[in-house]
Nanobody, 120 residues
Framework: QVQLVESGGGLVQPGGSLRLSCAASGRIFTIYDMGWYRQAPGKQRELVATITSGGRANYADSVKGRFTISRDNAKNTVYLQMNSLKPEDTAVYYC??????????????WGKGILVTVSS
């Protein structure tokens, strides 16, 4: 019923930038919190950043000052601008949306993940 499409990943050199996007489509009533998580090889999935419906953002300490999360409510899309990338940012990045399908049904939706590789 709901599809999440992530884009913008790829290979970038240390110090470079990438912008991830995650667009939701389908039978959506409203979207509450939106967020990005990541999972590096051999590690657990971790929070990167979240943003509330009102625009309040929260970041992991490891990305503060380098990453910026934003959202376009009209497009049901969340973005992650990643600057000053480091090799330790290499991971599969997942978007996570708290979606209401109607006034009674609400659930968390995950994207399929997109690979970000930071390497020279």
């Amino acid at each position: 019923q709901v599809q999440l499409v992530e884009s913008g990943g790829g290979l970038v050199q240390p110090g470079g930038s990438l912008r991830l996007s995650c667009a939701a489509s389908g039978r959506i009533f409203t979207i509450y919190d939106m967020g990005w998580y990541r999972q590096a090889p051999g590690k657990q999935r971790e929070l990167v950043a979240t943003i509330t419906s009102g625009g309040r953002a929260n970041y992991a300490d490891s990305v503060k000052g380098r990453f910026t999360i934003s959202r376009d409510n009209a497009k049901n899309t969340v973005y992650l601008q990643m600057n000053s990338l480091k090799p330790e940012d290499t991971a599969v990045y997942y978007c996570n949306l708290d979606i209401a399908l109607n006034i009674l049904l609400r659930r968390l939706e995950w994207g399929k993940g997109i690979l970000v590789t930071v390497s020279s």
